[in-house]
């Protein structure tokens, strides 16, 4: 039995494929397109699922997707009805395209599919599973859990924005809503649009931002604009926003609150936006846990699953853990909108087939997340000669033996080994690696490799065996979703004059032994790197630790800012060429940036639109 799931159409589009209950591939279009959350039907993806499991479409019985295009329809006419005549210029910008394209998707799904099968009968087997299902559907199914309470928390999906259901063996119960317009991924997002970043982009932005801040208009967010009761459920007072009826997140009353008009990208960032991170990321995590505690107390669960755009929030994730809440948490790696897909075809595959659910009693299904495309040596090879690529091809000994070397020595490597990633984050299969002991390692790979903001964190991957050396964290975090305190006795203690430092200035004092992982309260956002599920990044580690006496890497995904993580080999190379990696190791290709042709280097700078 074989279900293909797919989201599209709103951003992050993506496709994955179950197979007799195996989760076998999961892609998003935009490491195939190279547009950043590429919204467009994924047709590669879903040719890649194809391909990986040596089949075409009519193999496949079900497509499921992601959500019901008529109850967003619903939404969108009731919110404009209930807010006339104030945005009508909005309302009309959206009726065309929804008219045009969106409300008929079923017919557009079914076009996209006779481009493989003209004959196949979509009718019968293409489903719609609603939004919050979907995610509920991704949280629960390929978690470890036998039963486990599942919390779903993003902007909107038809009508939810926070969602509660209870997961038991292959049974999905959606419990309780939240409704639009009181959303709190769209709060995050306000305040996101106000500190001047992209929405559904740059909320990783604010995150990383706020620990330079203060929470001091954290009782403002609280007495003015959202009313949050005990048990976590809120309301958001709407004459402060404008994205029920215009076509921008806050208005001016919202400007009038927090101290004058929204921030443009190019414009300096102040101690007031840092603060105003701080301010709204204290009340996500206020409501998250509160949240997680009405969750224990109204179901009972031990375990908590988490999927949605808010499960992301990896600080609001390490918070709630170190409540002692629930035994355990596991969040879905693809938490957005891409993680629909998986979602859609869990929902059909056990909710509708009714189909049996195996656990393999100790890990989640998701296989590491490492579920896209992979290369074989020799392809690699040829493509990369293909390209203009100087490079060795080592044994796979001495390719491991050599990229240790190399980090050892200070270098900043792109690492792209194995199956690519599904989800947000670089997990090792396609990633940039640094000396996590380097004191200059953060700036240098946000400022010359990145090309991004200098105050944004990175992540250390560690051992899995060696975390509690490193990291206060009682769990494993295989996906990058947890983030926990650097343990007592590996930080460095403040001077009074670095204690007395605000904001951006605190960036460049070292506060630990592994300060290029360390974020400026303490924190990090921990991988566990497990030999399981990525062996080669394992045995890199190892080898780093045998020459280094550590553990940690810094990883960071393998892109410049604004691109989306590279897929291929050429994508590898380019990205190599046009950034300031010094060492690119692809399979057992090894190349070094001096050995390359000058005249192939990119200006990768500028090459993509800021995220």
């Not at 604009?225 to 309301?235: A, H, N, P, Q, Y």
Request: net charge negative.
């Amino acid at each position: 039995m074989r279900v293909l799931g797919i989201s599209a159409f709103y951003h992050d589009s993506a496709a994955a494929l179950i197979e007799d209950g195996h989760l076998v591939s999961a892609a998003q279009e935009e490491r195939f397109t190279r547009k950043k959350h590429d919204a467009g039907f994924p047709q590669n993806a879903v040719q890649f699922c194809l391909d990986r499991a040596g089949i075409k479409l009519p193999d496949v019985d079900y497509v499921a997707f992601y959500d019901k295009p008529f109850l967003k329809f619903e939404r969108l006419l009731e919110t404009y009805l209930a807010y006339a005549p104030r945005g009508f210029s909005s309302f009309r910008m959206a009726m065309p395209l929804w008219l045009k394209e969106k409300l008929f998707q079923k017919t557009l799904l079914r076009d996209e599919m006779k481009r493989w099968e003209p004959d196949f009968d979509w009718h019968k087997r293409l489903l719609f599973g609603e939004h919050h299902q979907s995610h509920a559907a991704s949280a629960f199914f390929p978690s470890p859990y036998e039963e486990a309470a599942v919390l779903c928390m993003d902007g909107v999906g038809e009508w939810a924005t926070t969602s509660l259901a209870w997961g038991q063996g292959n049974k999905l119960e959606m419990l309780r809503e939240i409704h639009f317009p009181h959303s709190l991924g769209l709060l995050y997002s306000a305040f996101t649009y106000y500190t001047g970043f992209k929405v559904n982009s740059g909320e990783y932005k604010v995150m990383g931002l706020a620990p330079y801040g203060e929470p001091k208009f954290k009782n403002l967010i609280l007495d003015k604009i959202v009313d949050l009761k005990e048990d976590g459920s809120f309301r958001l007072d709407q004459q402060y926003f404008d994205y029920c009826t215009g076509l921008r997140m806050t208005n001016d009353k919202f400007g009038a609150l927090f101290g004058g008009k929204a921030r443009t990208p190019e414009q300096q960032l102040t101690q007031h936006h840092m603060d105003l991170a701080a301010s709204v990321q204290a009340v996500t995590e206020e409501i998250v846990i509160r949240l997680g505690k009405s969750v224990k107390k109204e179901t009972g669960a031990k375990n908590i699953c988490l999927a949605g755009g808010v499960a992301l929030n990896c600080v609001a994730n390490g918070k709630l853990l170190r409540e002692n809440v629930f035994d355990g948490i596991w969040v879905q790696p693809a938490a957005g909108d891409a993680g629909g897909a998986v979602g859609a075809a869990y929902a059909a595959y056990h909710g509708f087939l009714g189909q049996a659910r195996k656990l393999n009693g100790h890990m989640d299904s998701m296989a590491g997340s490492y579920l896209g495309p992979d290369f074989k040596d020799d392809e690699i090879a040829e493509r990369l000669t293909a390209a203009g690529a100087k490079f060795t091809r080592l044994d796979h000994a001495a390719m491991i033996e050599q990229t240790a070397q190399a980090l050892a020595d200070s270098k900043a490597v792109g690492w792209m080994q194995g199956r690519m990633e599904f989800g947000p984050r670089s997990l090792g299969a396609r990633s940039i690696l640094g000396d996590a002991r380097s004191p200059s390692m953060q700036k240098t790979l946000n400022l010359k490799v990145k090309y991004r903001e200098s105050f944004r964190p990175f992540a250390p991957a560690v051992l899995s065996e060696d975390v509690s050396k490193y990291f206060d964290i009682k769990t494993e975090s295989p996906y990058m979703l947890m983030v926990a305190p650097v343990v007592e006795d590996r930080r460095r203690a403040m001077t009074a004059e670095e204690e007395a430092l605000f904001g951006i200035d605190k960036l460049n004092v070292p506060r630990s032994d592994i300060p290029a992982v360390t974020h400026v309260d303490y924190s990090a956002r921990v991988q566990t790197v497990h030999e399981e599920t990525n062996p080669d990044f394992h045995k890199l580690i190892e080898a780093f630790k045998a020459k280094t006496g550590s553990s940690v890497l810094v990883n960071t995904s393998f892109n410049v800012r604004g691109e989306p993580i590279v897929c291929t080999p050429e994508d590898a190379f380019r990205c190599f060429m046009g950034s300031e990696i010094e060492v690119l190791v692809v399979g057992n290709c090894f190349l070094k940036k001096e050995d390359q042709d000058p005249a192939l280097k990119l200006d990768y700078k500028n090459a993509f639109e800021l995220d």
